[in-house]
């Protein structure tokens, strides 16, 4: 998997740090006081998970269209729907948490990079104002749809008619298309300057820091005006704050070289198979074992801690192995042509 940076690799690992520890806290702790400063500590980084995922796909799909520009688009779409389908596989095997036709992270990840890759012919700027304008359109739409300004899990997982599947699909679900694509829309165009830059290194300039300054500057005064900061569905002031940390992240991370963290980057390296394995470790075996919400706080983070670590030292030792019987490794080799 030549061509990869590392510091991208390392912020993706963030990610899944973050992932693991919103989800498998939830699974796990008895109960979750919104009072506690770590519970509230570990709820607004685990909402950062999903941004991180969504503007590193972009920032992957520019610097894939600058490796392979003749089959750019043939082989993102390929890959999409090869991880939409891995989405609705598992979203049907783990329907305790999504419910049977529940539209989580992966099918919006996969049915986003098939859409993205036709837009980047848009030039650069363009993008970033469609990025906005679908974080705008779903914030629109969802009060003409009768979507409430807060999502609770009954209703994410109520899903009685093709209706409401789409809606969900759209604008209502676990991770709808609006405002989801917008984000990944955002990061092709900052994915743009990556791919562009002698070894990934992207220095920092009065425009790319205007963007993503904006965007949490006008995503505070929506939160000051009234418009909360709600994940599930993501608001408007959400999307704003966290596209916007995120995009200036990128830049400031490239520059102090994040992927120095070896570990981090290896993790990052494995994001899908771990999004797999710790739904069926940090959920269906626990469920089996009836261990779901057994335990305290204290050893519930504990818990998460050592997740981390293991999570950590698989990494580093499957990325030794070459990715070896990895979805990450399965999915760099669709739709390339086969060696002779």
């Keep these: 998997m030549a061509g990869r940076i590392a510091t991208l690799d390392a912020m993706r690992g963030l990610a899944v740090l973050f992932m693991l520890e919103v989800h498998l806290g939830s699974w796990w702790a008895q109960s979750l006081p919104a009072d506690n400063v770590l519970v509230s500590a570990g709820t607004l980084l685990g909402g950062m998970a999903a941004p991180l995922f969504l503007v590193l796909a972009g920032v992957g799909l520019s610097l894939s269209r600058k490796r392979e520009p003749g089959h750019f688009v043939r082989r993102s779409a390929i890959r999409g729907a090869a991880i939409l389908v891995i989405g609705l596989l598992f979203t049907f095997i783990e329907q305790a948490v999504y419910g049977p036709w ?78 989801w694509l917008g984000f990944m829309v955002l990061g092709t165009a900052i994915g743009d300057r990556v791919a562009a830059s002698e070894g990934g290194t992207v220095r920092l300039s009065l425009p790319d820091l205007s963007l993503p300054m904006t965007m949490i500057l006008a995503g505070a005064l929506l939160t000051a005006y009234g418009v909360a900061p709600v994940f599930f569905p993501p608001s408007l002031s959400f999307c704003l704050l966290a596209c916007g940390i995120v995009l200036l992240a990128i830049p400031l991370f490239l520059s102090a070289d994040l992927g120095r963290l ?15 394995a710790h739904h069926l470790v940090g959920y269906e075996l626990f469920y089996v074992a009836g261990l779901l919400h057994s335990f305290d706080l204290p050893a519930a983070l504990a818990m998460v801690l050592a997740s981390w670590a293991l999570a950590l030292a698989a990494a580093r030792f499957w990325v030794r192995w070459d990715l070896c019987w990895s979805l990450e490794r399965a999915l760099y080799r669709l739709g390339r042509p086969a060696s002779k």
């Design 262 to 276: 070896r570990p981090l980057s290896d993790l990052g390296r494995l994001s899908l198979t771990l999004f797999i």
């Design 102 to 179: 529940g539209w989580g992270v992966l099918q919006c990840i996969g049915l986003s990079i098939v859409l993205c890759a036709p837009l980047m012919t848009i030039p650069r700027q363009g993008r970033a104002f469609l990025g906005i304008g679908l974080m705008a359109l779903a914030a629109f739409l969802r009060p003409l749809l009768g979507v409430p300004a807060v999502l609770y899990s009954d209703q994410l997982l109520a899903v009685g008619s093709v209706n409401d599947y789409l809606r969900n699909m759209l604008v209502s679900g676990f991770f709808p298309l609006l405002p």
